[in-house]
């Protein structure tokens, strides 16, 4: 059943020769947030120190903080502007308490081989693992920028270093900005020299991974200088802190997350080339494990790791809200989503990848 659900609803391709319905697209990824905190709120059997290292002196305000008597309450919560702002004009997918499913299509449930899903609109089996290798496919962000009126209007934020090779910057040339990663000389404005020189004094979070919050200042220098008609802002804290089992902060990253998205549709808003013009596309790479003792990995021998959810608001979105008993989304979808947005046909060039998700235009 679930196969022929899928199939009926990726049969209805949005339409190649569609007018284009926004000027620009931002596509928000969040890395390894989960689908049960989304719709749910704060898991009170995870703010203790066994299951989620939450330090018993913290665990009271965290309580105060998050939890409320129902899931409703507790979402908004966590995350008040997604939920007092997307349902109302877009959509929501993946709450599966309401049969609404959003999946992976890719069988490793890990980061590399979810993002490639995302951006190119197919799983690669040779994509198996986090291996920082040149993608040898084609996104739709480097795509895009080949078309007619994308030149130098695609870039790429991001807090994980391995985004360089997901978008493959050798070959693609598009402008992607990671977190703890100087760019090469002659090639930085002063505004991102100067969080290069704030991220050598403040300790990374891991090696390869610093802090949102320069993810959300360097994706204000991209709007600002290279005015991008797409625009991936690739946040990842939430991902790092759970994998570091503290439950704490992946809630307090979640939150961050949601003011950042705040932050940055006011901005744009504030902008006469994005007011009105512009649509938001908001999705996480892969699920997590939903018992207390695996909800901080994720992988294929993670039960429901590949279960995730997705987002979409603004112009050219028809406002249904919040999905109940939608036909199973895949997140392959994405990439021509967002082409589909602009007006531009995904599949038609990159044959074999899923369509976009018909369901959310009017």
Known sequence: MKSLLTVLFLAAAWPAAAAPAVRNVILVTID????????????????????????????????REFLAATPEERR????????????????????RARASRVEVRNL??????????LLTGRADPLISSNTPIPNPNVTVLEWLH??????????????????????????SRLPVWV??????AGTASPRLRELERWMKDIPPITGGEHFDAFVQAAAYE???????????VAYGEPDTWAHARRYDRYLQAAQRCDRFLRELWEHLQ?????????????????????????????????????????????PGIAPRGEREGTPVIVQAQVAATVAALLGEDWPAASPGAEPAIADLFP
């Open 146 to 171: 080949g078309r007619p009126g994308y030149a130098g209007r695609v870039a790429a934020v991001a807090q994980w270093r391995v985004f360089t090779s997901i978008i493959n910057v050798g070959r």
């Open 222 to 232: 991209h709007i600002g200088r290279l005015k991008p008609r797409v625009l991936l």
């Open 270 to 314: 504030s902008l006469p080339e994005y007011r009105g013009t512009t649509a938001v596309v908001i999705s996480p790479d892969h699920g997590r494990g939903t018992e207390c003792h695996d909800w901080t990995s994720h992988g294929k021998k993670i039960p429901r790791s590949e279960e995730t959810w997705l987002a979409a608001f603004g």
């Open 32 to 63: 390894g947030l989960r689908w049960q905190e989304v719709f749910g709120g704060a898991d009170a059997a995870l703010i203790d120190k066994d299951n989620g290292g939450v330090p018993e002196g913290a665990q009271a305000a965290l309580r």
């Open 76 to 95: 908004v919560r966590l995350m008040p502007f997604f939920w007092s702002t997307v349902p109302a004009s877009g959509q929501v997918f993946g709450n």
């Open 108 to 117: 490793e449930n890990i980061s590399y081989p979810g993002y490639n899903e």
């Open 179 to 184: 977190t703890d990663t100087p760019l090469p």
